[in-house]
Antibody
Framework: EVQLVESGGGLIQPGGFLRLSCAAS????????ISWVRQAPGKGLEWVSI???????FYADSVQGRFTISRDNSKNTVYLQMDSLRAEDTAVYFC????????????WGQGTLVTVSS | DIQMTQSPSSLSASVGDGVTITCRAS??????LNWYQQKPGKAPKLLIY???SLQSGVPSRFSGSGSGTDFTLTISSLQPEDLATYYC????????FGGGTKVEIK
């Protein structure tokens, strides 16, 4: 069974940093396209970042230079390092799998809440 | 970036009604368009990919159509469990989502 489990969310002060984890089971992260998608409270979905099966990484303009996506194939886990956090980064962060580059996200985690506030 | 515009932003319909949601892309995206359903407090669920292909396990009352810049999601006979917000997402370039359509049951 394909499963994604996020962890690492919490309350953090503006300017702080946090690392989210997305542990996968039932498939290999190295053979798929894994994205982070966030949803601010009461708002819609916003794509944040993606790591391709080949290792290429891409970011939304809103997080470029502050967030870094990576993966550990031995742990079958994808990470999102979030630095210089801002209040507007407050959201539930989902990781999602796309089996192909056409990013049809067919499996999602349950999400982890990040709250940036002093 | 490719902008995705959904309409309406919300709708209310009765059980058994047909429901149509539209999504427009700011430039042509061929058929690289996906639809998701998100129920309150839950993760999104893929319903339709490549504009018109039904994801495995999704009821056949859901269908998608369109290409280029204009797309539609149709629920042929609304059911109580279809209460949710629906999002389109373009997959032509780095993903972007529409603003969502909240479907309520009368």
């Amino acid at each position: 069974e394909v499963q994604l489990v996020e962890s690492g969310g919490g309350l953090i002060q503006p300017g702080g940093f946090l690392r989210l984890s997305c542990a996968a089971s039932g498939f290999t992260v190295s053979g798929n396209y894994i994205s982070w998608v966030r949803q601010a409270p009461g708002k819609g979905l916003e794509w944040v970042s993606i790591i391709y099966s080949g290792g290429d990484t891409f970011y939304a303009d809103s997080v470029q230079g502050r967030f870094t996506i990576s993966r550990d194939n031995s742990k079958n886990t994808v990470y999102l390092q979030m630095d210089s956090l801002r209040a507007e980064d407050t959201a539930v962060y989902f990781c999602a799998r796309a089996p192909t580059i056409t990013t049809n996200f067919d499996s999602w985690g349950q999400g982890t809440l990040v709250t940036v506030s002093s | 970036d490719i902008q995705m515009t959904q309409s309406p932003s919300s709708l209310s319909a009765s059980v058994g009604d047909g429901v149509t949601i539209t999504c427009r892309a700011s430039q042509s995206i061929s058929s690289y368009l996906n639809w998701y359903q998100q129920k309150p407090g839950k993760a999104p669920k893929l319903l339709i990919y490549a504009a018109s292909s039904l994801q495995s396990g999704v009821p056949s009352r859901f269908s998608g159509s369109g290409s280029g810049t204009d797309f539609t999601l149709t629920i042929s006979s609304l059911q109580p469990e279809d209460l949710a917000t629906y999002y389109c997402q373009q997959a032509y370039s780095h993903p972007t989502f529409g603003g969502g359509t909240k479907v309520e049951i009368k």
